[in-house]
C-alpha cells in the first residue's frame, strides 16, 4: 500500500500545517511586542536599579569586620546595595545568635533566594531567545508550500507573497530572538555581579558571627521577618530613611 497516493496523509499533513501558519504569526507578532517590553524593562533598570549600584566591596568588607555586632544591620543598610541584597543580609545578620549550621544554612536560603529572583528576570528573555527563530523558520517554511505550487502555475503574483510572508517571518523571529539574546547577556553579567558581591559580604557576615560565637557573645536568632517588606511599609508610609528599619527591628528584638 503507497501511503502517499492512496491515503490522504499529504493532505492531512498540508493542512495542519497551512492552518498552524496564522497561529505563528500571531506568536511571533506578541513576540515583537514581548521583546520591545523587554528592552524598555533593561533600560529602565539600568537608570533605577544597575546606576545606583556603585558599592564599594573593600569598604564595607572593613565595615561590617570592624562594626560592633549590634551595628551590622545599620552598616548593610546604609550601603549602596540593593535592596534584596540587603534584605539577604539583614536577614542573616539579625540571627547571627544561631549555632553555625542553622547560621550557614540559613545564608544559603538567602543566596538561593536571590538566584532565584535573578533567574525569574532571566527567564522570559531566555525563552524568546531560543523560540522566536524556530517560530521564524515555521513561519518562513508554511508559505513556501504554495509559493512552490504557485511557481509551477506559473503564478508569480502568488509566489511574491509567499516569499515575502516567509522573509519577513524570518527577520521578525532573528530581530527577536537577537534583542532577547543581547537583553539576557547584559542582565545576566549584572546579576551575576549581584551575587558574587552578596556572597562575598554573607561571608563576611558569617565570620562576624563566628567570632562573636568564640567570645561568648549573645546575639538575637529569633528574626522570622522580611526586610523587603518592611521597606515597603516604609515606602507606603513615606519614610525612606533606612534607620527607621534598623530601629524597627531593635524595637522588635
Known amino acids: 500500500m503507497d501511503l502517499y497516493n492512496d491515503t490522504y496523509l499529504p493532505d492531512i499533513l498540508h493542512d495542519i500545517a497551512q492552518g498552524l501558519l496564522t497561529p505563528v504569526m500571531v506568536v511571533i507578532v506578541a513576540l515583537i511586542v514581548v521583546t520591545l517590553f523587554f528592552l524598555g524593562a533593561v533600560i529602565v533598570e539600568f537608570f533605577t536599579e544597575r546606576r545606583h549600584f556603585k558599592q564599594n566591596m573593600p569598604r564595607i568588607v572593613n565595615q561590617i569586620n570592624d562594626a560592633a555586632y549590634a551595628d551590622v544591620v545599620d552598616v548593610v543598610l546604609a550601603s549602596q546595595l540593593l535592596r534584596y541584597q540587603k534584605a539577604a543580609l539583614i536577614t542573616a545578620a539579625r540571627n547571627m545568635g544561631l549555632p553555625e549550621e542553622p547560621l550557614f544554612a540559613l545564608a544559603q536560603i538567602q543566596i538561593a533566594q536571590a538566584e532565584r529572583r535573578c533567574k525569574s528576570r532571566l527567564a522570559w528573555t531566555d525563552t524568546i531567545s531560543k523560540v522566536a527563530p524556530l517560530l521564524g523558520l515555521m513561519g518562513t517554511l508554511i508559505p513556501l508550500g504554495p509559493g512552490i505550487v504557485a511557481l509551477g502555475q506559473n503564478n508569480v503574483t502568488l509566489l511574491s507573497q509567499s516569499l515575502t510572508v516567509a522573509f519577513d517571518a524570518t527577520v521578525c523571529g532573528l530581530t527577536c530572538a537577537v534583542a532577547a539574546l543581547i537583553v539576557s547577556k547584559v542582565r545576566s553579567g549584572w546579576y551575576g555581579e549581584y551575587i558574587e558581591s552578596l556572597e562575598s559580604l554573607m561571608t563576611c557576615v558569617l565570620d562576624k558571627a563566628a567570632t ?27 519614610k525612606g530613611k533606612p534607620a527607621a528599619v534598623s530601629a524597627g527591628a531593635k524595637a522588635g528584638e
Not at 560565637?213 to 513615606?238: H, I, M, S, T, W
Open 212 to 238: 562573636a560565637r568564640k567570645e561568648g557573645v549573645e546575639l538575637p536568632a529569633n528574626y522570622d521577618g522580611d526586610p523587603l517588606e518592611e521597606f515597603k511599609q516604609l515606602d507606603c508610609a513615606g
